[in-house]
């Protein structure tokens, strides 16, 4: 009965992430409109000269070598990164966790079960061919709204979590009041926070040229060095959106990894210039999910189709080939009816019954694994 329920509830996971990912848990287009422009006055932003000489001291020591920081030692070639936008802004429930949603995540994070290290820390690690702490937790939080500083800030220092904001810099530059400043972002770094690449205007990358793209990178580290003294290395791309020239431009930018918004674990043998994450909502913020997805392992695969998470043919004809045993696999899109073969034993094939809508098509993949945890190798592509 207990594998059962641990097969249903799994299911119903994946069903919940995946049909209601494209409008729920990715932020909307409309979403950052709607929050840029209506609910935000611009308000002042102080820098001073002994502002960016103090952070510049704390970056030397703690964001730019935090690719290289020492990382607790294990045998687990994978991690678990959750993203999370708003927390207490409940007029936002497609961005937001409640205070009592986040208050049970982090008593959860913190039975001791679990090992939260920085996100520089595990890229590094699993980059670099070593081993972590079996359920190893990154946290990431996008756009560096107020409620960042205000709300999540002290429950992260208070138990002594590490974090990642991922900022877009024009949206600090404008001054918003529902976002962070500058000033509070330097509070946060001297205190440790880890600061991540967000783009320019939080575009939607793939939508532009690519001169367009190395254009809003450039003035975003333009922006990051005059303010922090460094430019970050890490990016996570604006609502998950990427291409093949998009993440050439990211990677001949210096980032060394990059965050999309796909579900899944991941593994030292991840895309590492498209990651995937756990996206955090307050429909989908229940702690039954958020353990399940804490727990999570990736599903190992290759020769995955689609390579470009721009799609080019829709209907999208989507596969992989299965790198371990996995007799269970099951496969959900976001949009449309899917029929799924496998070839023998290791190739997976997935077809549509039509195209899907334009946007964001999220395709989730599960298969239940030892001590009853998911394996799970999640994809977003951007539909013209």
């Known amino acids: 009965m207990s594998m059962l329920r641990s097969v249903v509830v799994g299911i119903s996971f994946a069903v919940g992430l995946t049909f209601g990912a494209g409008h729920v848990l990715a932020q909307s287009a409309d979403d950052q409109t709607t929050n840029s422009s209506t609910e935000s006055v611009p308000t002042e932003t102080v820098t001073t000269d002994q502002a960016n000489a103090d952070v510049n001291d704390a970056a030397a020591t703690t964001t730019n070598d935090a690719m290289t920081a020492k990382t607790p030692t294990g045998d687990a070639k994978s991690a678990v990164v959750f993203m999370y936008h708003r927390f207490g802004e409940n007029d936002y ?19 001791g079960n679990y090992t939260v290290l920085g996100v520089p820390e595990i890229v590094a690690a699993l980059q670099g061919g070593g081993g972590l702490p079996d359920r190893t937790i990154g946290i990431t939080i996008d756009d560096a709204y107020r409620s960042v500083y205000e709300l999540a800030w002290p429950v992260f220092r208070k138990n002594n979590m590490p974090f990642t904001v991922f900022v877009s810099s024009e949206q600090i530059d404008a001054g918003y009041s529902n976002y962070m400043t500058w000033d509070m972002v330097r509070e946060m770094v001297r205190d440790g926070a880890t600061i991540g690449g967000h783009s320019q205007h939080h575009s939607h990358l793939p939508d532009l040229t690519i001169d367009e793209v190395k254009a809003e990178l450039a ?28 993440i050439k431009a990211v990677t001949d930018a210096g980032y060394k990894a990059a965050f999309g918004q796909q579900s899944g674990a991941m593994s030292d043998e991840s895309d590492f210039m498209y990651l995937p994450r756990f996206a955090l909502n307050e429909h989908y913020g229940a702690m039954e999910r958020f353990s399940l997805a804490a727990n999570s392992l990736p599903l190992r695969v290759s020769d995955v189709t689609p390579g470009d998470y721009t799609l080019t043919r829709n209907p999208p004809a989507f596969g992989f080939t299965l790198k ?13 009816q899917a029929t799924m073969s496998r070839l023998g034993d290791e190739r997976i094939e997935i077809r549509m019954d039509g195209p899907v809508a334009s946007g964001r098509w999220r395709i989730n993949c599960t298969a239940l694994g030892a001590q009853s945890r998911w394996q799970w190798f999640g994809m977003l592509y951007t539909v013209p």
């Open 324 to 336: 371990e045993p996995a007799p269970n696999v099951s496969c959900y899109p976001s949009d449309g």
């Open 93 to 111: 429930p497609s961005t937001n966790i409640t205070t009592e949603q986040f208050d049970a995540q982090i008593k959860e994070l913190t039975n």
């Open 219 to 246: 003035h975003s580290a333009e922006r990051f060095k005059e303010e922090l003294g460094f430019v970050p290395e890490i990016f996570a791309y604006p609502y998950g959106e990427a291409n093949d020239a998009v």
